[in-house]
Nanobody
Framework: QVQLVESGGGLVQPGGSLRLSCIVS???????MGWYRQAPGKEREFVAT???????YYADSVKGRFTISRDNAKSTAYLQMNNLKPEDTAVYYC??????WGQGTQVTVSS
């Protein structure tokens, strides 16, 4: 049974940073990993992906501020978020191949 567990969300002031983690169990960690987010009243939107070989792709709204990475030895994907803005407030979801999803972690950017 494949499980994804996110952590690292929280409340941060504008301009601050957070690092989200996503640990995968029950599966060989060699698939594309990624993050989506969903703000209140909005559809879930793409944030970033990282391929099994480390290739990355970002939404324009986070490019230059967010960095996605992975540690295959730890079966973990990360999302480093810098210079956070209020519009980044959302529940962030980790996925594997857009097939398996975590439960989400809340990120709130507010002063």
């Amino acid at each position: 049974q494949v499980q994804l567990v996110e952590s690292g969300g929280g409340l941060v002031q504008p301009g601050g940073s957070l690092r989200l983690s996503c640990i995968v169990s029950g599966s060989i960690f060699r698939s594309t990993m990624g993050w989506y987010r969903q703000a209140p009243g909005k559809e879930r939107e793409f944030v970033a992906t990282v391929s099994r070989n480390g290739g990355t792709y970002y939404a324009d709204s986070v490019k230059g501020r967010f960095t996605i990475s992975r540690d295959n030895a730890k079966s973990t994907a990360y999302l480093q978020m810098n210079n956070l803005k209020p519009e980044d407030t959302a529940v962030y979801y980790c996925h594997r191949d857009r097939t398996y999803w975590g439960q989400g972690t809340q990120v709130t950017v507010s002063s």
